[in-house]
C-alpha cells in the first residue's frame, strides 16, 4: 500500500477528511501524540486501524470529536460532570469514559458498553475531523507496544506502507496521551494518567480516585508492559549499591535524566534541563526514541518527580522499565 504525505494544510486536510470518508486510514497530528483515525461509525475501517497497528482487539479506542456537541451521536447521555469536565477541560488532553450508543461498532470499544472521547487541542485534527463531517476513531499511531509518535517522522517509520495517509504536522505540543476518566463509576476513575494533571482535575472532581491497576480488564490499554523500547529499559534506583546484579559498562548504556547531565555514558538525553515536567513530558517519546536508536546494551531512566505530568511520564517510564539499575562509577548493574 502506498502511504501519501499530506501537508497540514487545506487542501491536505480535505484529502485526508476524503480519506475518512472512504473508509481508509490516515495519520494526524493531535496536542497529545499522532492518532491513526478512521470513520467511528465504520466496523471495516476501524478495522483498518487494527490491522494497521497490529493492535489486539481487546484494546479500545479513544473517539475524537470537533466539538463537545459531536458527544450526542456517541453518549446515551451526557450528565452534568461530564458537561463541566468537557467545559473546563476541552478541547485538550482529557479523554472521559460513558456508555455508549448502539450505533458505535463494538469494534471500537473492543464491546465494552462505553466509549472513551475526546476533543484535541490541535487545529489540523480539528479542521479534519470536521471536514469529515463525522468523528474520528484513533488510537496512537504506533505500531502496538511501541513507542507513541510524536513527529510524523516516527509515523512513516512506524506506519509507512500500512496505511492510506499521514498528515504531516511536525512535533506534537504536549507528546504524552491523553488522561482517561471513567465517569461511570461513582466517584469517578482515573484509567490512565495522562496530559490532563491530576491536580486540575480534582479541583472539579474532588473524589477522583486512581483506577483500576494497570493490566485489568477495566482499561485494558494499560498493560503492564506497554510503551516498549527495543533496547532494554531500567528505572534508576538511589541508595546502596545491591549486593548481586549484572554489570554493564557505562558507556554502553544510554541515560534518560529529568534536568542534569550525566557523564560517562554513551549517550545522555535530558528531558528538561530547567526542571519542567510539562516540558520532560513533552519530550519524552522522542528522547527515548533517539536513545533506542543509540544501538546501546540498556538505557538507564531516572524517575522524575510524581506531581503533574510527571504521574503520566512515571506510568510511561514503569511500564516501559523491563528492570532496575544501580549506577556504579564505570558500570551500571542490573538488577533482576
Ligand atoms: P490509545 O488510543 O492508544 O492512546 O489508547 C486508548 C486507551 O484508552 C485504551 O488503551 C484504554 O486504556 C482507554 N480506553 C479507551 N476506550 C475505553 C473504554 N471504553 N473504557 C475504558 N478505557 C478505555
Ligand atoms: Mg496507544
Known amino acids: 500500500m502506498e502511504t501519501r504525505v499530506l501537508a497540514p494544510d487545506k487542501e491536505g486536510i480535505i484529502a485526508a477528511a476524503d480519506v475518512i470518508r472512504r473508509r481508509g486510514t490516515v495519520a494526524f497530528p493531535t496536542e497529545t501524540v499522532y492518532g491513526l483515525g478512521a470513520d467511528a461509525f465504520s466496523a471495516r475501517a476501524v478495522a483498518r486501524v487494527f490491522a494497521a497497528k497490529e493492535r489486539p482487539r481487546f484494546d479500545p479506542i479513544i473517539v475524537h470529536v470537533a466539538s463537545p456537541e459531536d458527544v450526542q451521536t456517541l453518549w446515551t447521555s451526557v450528565p452534568p460532570l461530564a458537561r463541566t469536565l468537557m467545559e473546563r477541560f476541552w478541547p485538550g488532553p482529557l479523554t472521559l469514559v460513558l456508555p455508549r450508543r448502539r450505533r458505535v461498532p463494538g469494534i471500537v470499544t473492543a464491546g465494552l458498553p462505553t466509549v472513551a472521547v475526546r476533543m484535541p487541542d490541535h487545529p489540523v485534527a480539528l479542521a479534519l475531523i470536521r471536514a469529515a463531517e463525522r468523528p474520528v476513531a484513533a488510537p496512537s499511531a504506533n505500531r502496538f507496544g511501541r513507542l507513541s509518535p510524536t513527529h510524523h517522522?516516527?509515523?512513516?517509520?512506524?506506519?509507512?506502507?500500512?496505511?492510506?495517509?499521514?498528515?504531516?504536522?511536525?512535533?506534537?505540543?504536549?507528546?504524552?496521551?491523553?488522561?482517561?476518566?471513567?465517569?461511570?463509576e461513582d466517584p469517578p476513575v482515573v484509567l490512565r494518567p495522562g496530559g490532563a494533571p491530576l491536580e486540575a482535575l480534582r479541583e472539579v472532581v474532588p473524589g477522583l480516585r486512581m483506577g483500576a491497576p494497570a493490566g485489568s480488564a477495566a482499561s485494558?490499554?494499560?498493560?503492564?508492559?506497554h510503551y516498549v523500547p527495543v533496547t532494554p529499559l531500567l528505572l534508576l534506583e538511589r541508595g546502596p549499591a545491591p549486593d548481586e546484579g549484572e554489570p554493564l559498562d557505562r558507556l554502553a548504556c544510554g541515560f534518560l535524566a529529568f534536568r542534569e547531565e550525566w557523564s560517562g555514558f554513551?549517550?545522555?538525553?535530558?528531558?528538561?534541563?530547567?526542571?519542567?515536567?510539562?516540558?520532560?513530558?513533552?519530550?519524552?517519546?522522542?528522547a527515548l526514541d533517539r536513545l533506542d536508536r543509540a544501538g546501546l546494551a540498556a538505557i538507564v531512566a531516572e524517575p522524575v518527580p510524581e506531581e503533574g505530568l510527571g504521574v503520566a511520564v512515571m506510568d510511561r517510564l514503569r511500564r516501559a522499565a523491563s528492570?532496575?539499575?544501580?549506577?556504579g562509577p564505570e558500570e551500571v548493574w542490573r538488577v533482576r
Open 220 to 225: 485494558p490499554g494499560a498493560l503492564p508492559r
Open 323 to 327: 528492570g532496575r539499575a544501580h549506577v
Open 266 to 286: 554513551g549517550r545522555v538525553e535530558v528531558l528538561s534541563p530547567r526542571g519542567d515536567l510539562v516540558e520532560a513530558g513533552a519530550r519524552l517519546f522522542a
Open 153 to 184: 517522522d516516527a509515523v512513516v517509520d512506524q506506519l509507512g506502507g500500512r496505511i492510506d495517509a499521514i498528515v504531516a504536522g511536525g512535533a506534537t505540543p504536549v507528546g504524552i496521551e491523553s488522561t482517561v476518566v471513567s465517569l461511570v
